[in-house]
C-alpha cells in the first residue's frame, strides 16, 4: 500500500510518499523563511496553504504514481503550532475523503523515531531528538514511547538559529555555526545546565551573546557553544540509555546533522560497547516521508483516525501514543 504523508507541525511543509516498505517515492519539503525573526504561526500556515496542494501534485508525479494509486492519507496531528497543524490536517482530511481511503493522525516525535528505526534497522533504541523546536531523549519503556529528559527552556537548533541571527549568519545557522567551529582553538567557558535529566539553553545563549559582545571570536563561540551543549545532549542520552538498559542510540531532528555531534555520540556508545545508528539527513529533518511511513506502521497495527477524531493536538505527548505495533 502506499501512503501519503504531510508533515506541517512548525516551519517547513512537507509531502513524503511511501510504499508498505518504506520505499522512499518522493519526499519534498518547503520552509518559510526564518532570517527575520521567528515564526510567525498565522504567516507559516499561510506559507504551508500556499505549497501544499502544488507540492502533492509534484509528490504524485516525482513518485511516478497516480492519486488512484494512494491507499492511505497521514498527518502530523502534534505537537506544533496550531495554525500550521490545522493547515496541514485540513489538506489531509480533504485528500482521504476525495479519494475515499483512510486516515491516520501521526504524533510528530513518534514519527521521527519510527522512520528512523526503519531505515536504520535498528529495534529498540533510545531517541536522541534534537531539533529547531525539539530537544528530547525517548525509549521504549512499560508499552510507550517515554521522555526521559528534555529542554526545559528552547530547543537546541532554536538557541543555535537566535545566536546564528545575532551574529549575522544566515537561517538556518546550524551548517555555519558547524563551520566556524571547525576553525575554534579556544574553549570558553558557558553554563553547562544538566538538571537531573533535563537540559536548558537559554543561559548559553545569552552567556555567548555577551562573550560576543567583548569580542571573542566567532569561531571561539562557535566552538564552544558545540562542545558544550553537545556534551550536555550526550550525557542526558547516556544516563537514559543505563537507566533503560538499552544499547542503542538513534539520532533524529536537523540538529543530528552536525559531524561533531555524531562524533561524541559515537564515542560514548562505542565507550558503553553500545551503537549509533543515524537516517539520512533528509529523514533526520521534519519530513512528509517519516509521517507518510508511520502511517503506514499504525494503519497496519489497525489504528484509522475518523474524521470526527482528527483535530489537531498542540501538545500531543509522545508518552500518549499507544504503540500495539511494538507489543
Ligand atoms: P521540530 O518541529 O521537530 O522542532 P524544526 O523544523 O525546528 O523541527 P528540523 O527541521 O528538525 O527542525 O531541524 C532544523 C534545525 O536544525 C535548525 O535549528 C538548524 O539550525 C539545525 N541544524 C541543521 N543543520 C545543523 C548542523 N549541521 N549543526 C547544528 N544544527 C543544525
Ligand atoms: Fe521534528
Redo the contacts with the bound molecule.
Keep these: 500500500m502506499i501512503c501519503l504523508g504531510i508533515e506541517g507541525?512548525?516551519?517547513?511543509v512537507g509531502v513524503g510518499i511511501v510504499d508498505d516498505d518504506c520505499n522512499v517515492l518522493a519526499n519534498l519539503t518547503k520552509m518559510i523563511d526564518g532570517s527575520k525573526g521567528g515564526i510567525h504561526p498565522r504567516e507559516a500556515a499561510n506559507h504551508h496553504a500556499e505549497h501544499i496542494v502544488p507540492m502533492m501534485h509534484k509528490a504524485v508525479e516525482e513518485a511516478g504514481i497516480s492519486y488512484e494509486d494512494i491507499g492511505l492519507v497521514s498527518f502530523s496531528q502534534g505537537p506544533?503550532l496550531g495554525p500550521c497543524l490545522r493547515t496541514a490536517a485540513t489538506a489531509a482530511r480533504a485528500l482521504s475523503l476525495a479519494l475515499k481511503v483512510d486516515l491516520v493522525g501521526v504524533n510528530?516525535c513518534v514519527a521521527?523515531l519510527e522512520i528512523g528505526r526503519k531505515v536504520t534497522g535498528c529495534d529498540d533504541p533510545t531517541l536522541l531528538?534534537a531539533?529547531?523546536?525539539?530537544t528530547q531523549v525517548i525509549a521504549y519503556s512499560g508499552g510507550r514511547y517515554r521522555v526521559f529528559g528534555e529542554t526545559m527552556d528552547i530547543?537546541v537548533?532554536?538557541m543555535?538559529?537566535k545566536f546564528?541571527r545575532s551574529t549575522g549568519m544566515p537561517f538556518?545557522?546550524?551548517?555555519h555555526?558547524?563551520r566556524y567551529a571547525r576553525e575554534g582553538v579556544e574553549l570558553l567557558e558557558l553554563p553547562y545546565s544538566v538538571k537531573g535529566m533535563d537540559v536548558a539553553f537559554s543561559g548559553i545563549l545569552t552567556a555567548a551573546l555577551q562573550l560576543h559582545k567583548t569580542g571573542r571570536r566567532l569561531e571561539d563561540l562557535c566552538y564552544s557553544i558545540q562542545e558544550t551543549c553537545f556534551a550536555m545532549l550526550v550525557e542526558v542520552t547516556e544516563r537514559a540509555m543505563a537507566h533503560v538498559e538499552k544499547e542503542q542510540v538513534l539520532l533524529g531532528?536537523?540538529?543530528v546533522?552536525?559531524?561533531r555531534?555524531q562524533e561524541m555520540v559515537r564515542i560514548m556508545t562505542e565507550e558503553r560497547g553500545a551503537s549509533m545508528f543515524v537516517p539520512p539527513g533528509s529523514l533526520?529533518?521534519?519530513n512528509g516521508a517519516m509521517i507518510a511511513w508511520t502511517g503506514v506502521v499504525m494503519h497496519e497495527a489497525g489504528i484509522r483516525t475518523k474524521i470526527s477524531e482528527s483535530a489537531v493536538n498542540q501538545r500531543f505527548r509522545t508518552d500518549e501514543v499507544d504503540l500495539p505495533w511494538m507489543r
Excluded: F
Excluded at 531539533?131 to 525539539?134: D, L
Design positions: 507541525t512548525a516551519h517547513s506544533g510528530h521521527h531528538y531539533s529547531g523546536g525539539n530547543g537548533g532554536n543555535i538559529d546564528g538556518p545557522a546550524g551548517p555555526l558547524e531532528g536537523g540538529v546533522q552536525n559531524k555531534l533526520c529533518v521534519d
